[in-house]
Each structure stands twice: as C-alpha cells, then as structure tokens.
C-alpha cells in the first residue's frame, strides 16, 4: 500500500539483527532505511544487507550539550 500512494522507501526502526534486515529488504522493492542503535549490524555490513539509508535520529542531538 505504501509503494502504491507514492513512498520510495520504507523506514524500518528498532531492527538491529543482520538476517532480520536482510529478511525486511528482500520482502520489498522499496528502499529500507534502519535507524542507529549501538547494537545495529556494523556500518559497512547494512549496504550489503541492502540497506539504502541509516538515519542517526536524535543520537548528535542527545550528545550535544547547549
């Protein structure tokens, strides 16, 4: 449905595991974006999991003191 009302990609949050991103990038033509978490699959692994985008969500945010 999403792919069919216009969006290009498919924001895949709290996915950390390798074989689970996998599994979410085979199941669409989308592009999968998955947000940072220390525990998330390591940088230079997710383009070969098929991973299009990762976003950093609030993480320089929280780390910045004002």
Do not use: H, W
Not at 50 to 65: A, P, Q, Y
């Amino acid at each position: 449905p999403y792919a069919e009302a216009g969006a290009n990609g498919l924001f895949a949050s709290c996915i950390v595991n390798g074989s689970e991103i996998s599994g979410v990038v085979q199941s669409t033509a989308m592009a999968i974006n998955v947000m940072y978490m220390p525990s998330l699959a390591g940088f230079k692994e997710l383009p070969k999991l098929g991973v299009k985008r990762i976003s950093m969500g609030d993480l320089f945010f929280d780390k910045m003191s004002c």
